[in-house]
């Protein structure tokens, strides 16, 4: 969960630049030129919440998905005696 807080605002710059000229944003949809310049433009325009957003539903599927990971790992090592 931790790792989604640090890394989600990367991940919204992935994935405005590669919807870009898709016809997924709509008339005067951004365009950006790399990484850096969608970064400034999207804290520009939108702020911080621009980065952020949509990290509700990530962190919604993350911790289900967290927890099956521990809960099959304890059991693996229960079962291999690991302690």
Do not use: C, N
């Amino acid at each position: 969960v931790f790792a989604d807080l640090i890394t989600h605002p990367l991940s919204t710059v992935k994935t405005r630049l590669q919807v870009q000229g898709t016809g997924g944003g709509g008339h005067g949809a951004l365009s950006y030129r790399g990484t850096v310049h969608a970064l400034w433009r999207i804290m520009a325009s939108e702020g911080l919440v621009g980065l952020y957003r949509g990290l509700g539903i990530v962190l919604v599927g993350t911790a289900p998905a967290q927890g099956l990971y521990f809960a099959g790992y304890s059991i693996a090592k229960a079962s291999f005696g690991g302690g």
